[in-house]
Nanobody, 125 residues
Framework: QVRLVESGGGLVQAGGSLRLSCAVSGRTSSSYTMAWFRQAPGKEREFVAA????????YYGDSVKGRFTISRVNADNTVYLQMNSLKPEDTAVYSC??????????????????WGQGTQVTVSS
């Protein structure tokens, strides 16, 4: 089992920045892909960003490219999501996920087996 615990959500004004953290514990695998998804009220879950556990190419959803950055710190088993130039449209519950998602399916939540509880991000105008 892999345990994922998100933190860092909160209220921020449009144009501001926020950094989310995903603490990872349990039986992790070097083959895992780590990802962030988000879901706003009345909308379907949306892919945000992904990075291989072992490092390598990063991936981003079109709506956040150029504004968000995903990274991983090996020393503390934490995956981060740095969010800049935030917009009200970014308001959502952000969840961390882990699974055996290959390059072609990193944005598909069906390929992720482990999920955190989510953290609320609210961007005011």
């Amino acid at each position: 089992q892999v345990r994922l615990v998100e933190s860092g959500g909160g209220l921020v004004q449009a144009g501001g920045s926020l950094r989310l953290s995903c603490a990872v514990s349990g039986r992790t695998s070097s083959s895992y892909t780590m990802a962030w998804f988000r879901q706003a009220p009345g909308k379907e879950r949306e892919f945000v960003a992904a990075i291989p556990w072992s490092g390598g190419q990063t991936y981003y959803g079109d709506s956040v490219k150029g504004r968000f950055t995903i990274s991983r710190v090996n020393a503390d088993n934490t995956v981060y999501l740095q969010m800049n130039s935030l917009k009200p449209e970014d308001t959502a519950v952000y969840s961390c996920a882990a699974g055996l998602a290959s390059r072609s399916v990193v944005g598909d939540g069906r390929f992720y087996d482990y999920w955190g509880q989510g953290t609320q991000v609210t961007v005011s105008s």
